[in-house]
């Protein structure tokens, strides 16, 4: 609010609007013909074999877990940088999360780091695919099949990014992308849990919708819960979707322009882009010198930032797990260094151009102290 640049704005409009009126004349409301169409895209898009709606990413990991039977005395194996709900779904489903560093120049987990913190109890890694990058799947999988661990994927963030040729959330076991309002396509709030396995499958469907295959029973044959979503969110879902081609150039055009403005200073680093995966910009993360002063000359210029992920470690909601903070050091150096710019489709070429221009006053100025 009241900001000249904010960090966020959904690509939202006629489109969206267009579709939600359909759902208000039909007077179908709940799951129904739009989220039909709107699994229908994505599965076809992601080449999942399944596909189920959920309310919102972090309740999409929770049944994800549940479907793996992941629970009591287990342990959940993710990375030191994300966001909050990913270790926080798997202490609701009553496991443990673990963490483990990351690589500083992408800041996807560490995969080199995983197999020591391997124990009997361990039942699953969850990577994350952190800003719009996949992680390096292959030796996590590679890891797992010898652990005999599932592998539950965080792409929250990440619709429209694939893993040499495998789109992210399709590779492990089960996987998740969310729809909440910052991310690549948005609903309000929404999610989708993608799996390539029947029984997974099948587990899900009877679990998000109170433990029956179809509404209008009342013959429960499983336990469950409501994940469902409604097809007044869908309806922004289908429009959405159908622009993604667009809002994926409009943000690649916006991030590239950063670069190119940036790219003469030297305290401005972008993180590293990796072989194995094409890049969405979730943000636009840099890390800088004298990142405190930055985010604040910078918000008193309008502009709205966000620092980094807190690593999980340092959570006030993680003490129970006994953390020291300095058991990371990645995460703990490159939180300290790191802000994210905004970047979305409706972001402007002379807004890119001001945020740079900021950006540069302020280290000219500070050159000068
Ligand atoms: C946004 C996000 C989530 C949670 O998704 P919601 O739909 O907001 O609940 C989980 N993990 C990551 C990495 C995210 O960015």
């Known amino acids: 609010m009241g900001y000249k640049i ?47 709606l959920a309310n919102n990413g972090t309740l999409a990991l929770f049944l994800g877990l549940l479907s793996l039977g992941i ?38 987990i560490d995969v080199e ?20 990058q996949s992680a390096d799947m292959d030796p996590i999988i590679k890891l797992a099949k010898r652990y005999n661990l599932r592998v539950i994927e965080d792409a929250a963030e990440t619709y429209g990014v694939f893993y040499k040729g495998k789109h992210t959330g399709t590779i492990g076991d089960v996987g998740i992308i969310s729809f909440f309002a910052d991310k690549t396509i948005t609903c309000g709030e929404g999610a989708v849990i993608l799996t390539n396995d029947y029984e997974l499958y099948d587990k899900l469907r009877y679990l998000r919708n109170q433990g029956r295959s179809d509404s209008g029973s009342f013959i429960h044959p499983q336990l469950g819960m409501n994940f469902r979503m409604t097809d007044l969110q869908c309806a922004v879902g289908v429009a959405q979707l159908k ?15 950063y670069q190119l403005l940036l790219k003469e200073l030297g305290g401005v680093s972008f993180i590293e882009e990796v072989d194995y995966s094409n890049f969405i910009p979730f943000r636009v993360p840099i890390r800088v010198k004298n990142c405190d002063e930055l985010i604040q000359y910078l918000e008193d210029s309008g502009i709205q930032t966000r620092g980094f992920f807190y690593p999980l470690h340092r959570q006030p909601c993680f003490n129970y797990l ?21 970047v979305f489709p409706g972001l402007k070429k002379e807004q890119i151009e001001y945020v740079c221009e900021k950006i540069k006053e302020f280290y000219n100025v500070e050159e000068k102290k």
């Open 6 to 52: 904010p960090q966020l704005e959904p690509y939202i409009g006629k489109e969206e609007l267009k579709n939600l009126k359909k759902v208000i004349d039909e007077k179908w409301i709940t799951e129904g013909v739009f989220s039909k169409e709107f699994l229908e895209i994505i599965k076809e898009f992601t080449e999942a074999k399944h596909v189920v």
């Open 71 to 108: 629970g009591k005395g287990d342990e959940v194996i993710v990375p030191d940088f994300t966001f909050n709900a990913s270790a926080s779904s798997v202490a609701f489903a009553g496991a443990k999360p673990v963490f483990v560093d990351i690589d500083e120049g992408n800041l996807n």
């Open 113 to 132: 780091k995983i197999e020591d913190v391997i124990t009997e109890k361990t039942k699953a890694i969850m990577p994350v695919h952190i800003y719009g």
């Open 243 to 257: 622009k993604f081609k667009e809002i994926e150039k409009k943000k690649i055009e916006g991030y590239r322009l």
């Open 322 to 342: 006994g953390y020291e903070k300095n058991d990371f050091p990645v995460t703990n150096k490159i939180y300290s260094e790191g802000l994210c710019l905004p």
